[in-house]
């Protein structure tokens, strides 16, 4: 079983089941035993690089505490996503656009320590639930916003940010499982509609459908 590094010494898994109990984190790979202070401050100081980010890990653990965890094994058992929590991600916390800039909706938090920081405390709470956020925040949001026109951000990004609309990336066929370069699906231009008739079939999509029966809202 592999551990989560984490800045917080022995924090303790709680809300899984007693088989996972006795299971502890630590923020090295040392010996608590060896951990003196100046240890300690520079790991917390390497998990946390800027008071900003401590920040972030602290507003997304106390949520996770007090939102995540205490509705994360009922939903795994039922294979359900709990989409009004996930929606406040976006109008709570303000993470679903955690990389987008500012003024199309974002956070404009654009770098690699914020997002593991987020992903980690999410993660750490309900893997299940974090996984859609990956898809919904780095898939789409963050590929929308780095390759994106100014019309496509002004159109799509409010509601993909403020959680109203949730959606993921489309790669998975059923021939080509992820592998990119595999895959069948194509867009081609129609003249009679002045748009792309896109063909193809996807499997296995990441907040492809909300309930069983609803599909997402924006896919790329």
């Known amino acids: 079983m592999s551990l989560l590094l984490r800045p917080t010494l022995l924090r303790r898994i709680t ?5 996972y109990q006795s299971v502890k984190t630590f923020s090295s790979a040392l010996p608590s035993s060896s951990l ?14 800027t008071d900003e980010h401590a920040g972030l890990r602290e507003m997304v ?11 994360a094994i009922a939903h795994n058992k039922s294979e359900t996503f709990n989409i009004p929590l996930f929606r406040q991600f976006g109008s709570k916390l303000g993470i679903l656009g955690l990389t987008v800039p500012e003024e199309y909706g974002g956070t404009g938090f654009i770098n690699a320590t914020a997002v593991a ?60 499982g ?3 370069l595999g895959m069948k699906s194509n867009a081609v231009y129609d003249a009679d509609r ?11 999509i990441t907040n492809g459908t909300l309930t069983g ?5 924006l896919f790329l």
């Open 15 to 19: 809300h899984l089941p007693c088989y």
């Open 36 to 49: 003196d202070d100046s240890t300690d401050q520079s790991l917390t100081k390497f998990f946390n690089p």
């Open 61 to 71: 653990r106390s949520f996770a505490e007090r939102e995540i965890e205490p509705q």
């Open 117 to 176: 920081i987020v992903h980690e405390e999410l993660s750490y709470a309900d893997p299940a639930l974090c996984l859609s956020y990956l898809a919904h925040s780095v898939l789409l949001c963050n590929n929308l916003a780095v390759n994106g026109s100014h019309d496509q951000l002004s159109r799509f990004m409010s509601g993909v940010c403020d959680g109203s609309k949730i959606g993921g990336m489309c790669m998975s066929e059923p021939n080509a």
């Open 178 to 180: 992820t592998d990119v």
């Open 194 to 204: 002045d748009g792309y008739l896109l063909n193809g079939t996807k499997m296995w």
């Open 213 to 217: 029966k609803e599909t997402g809202d």
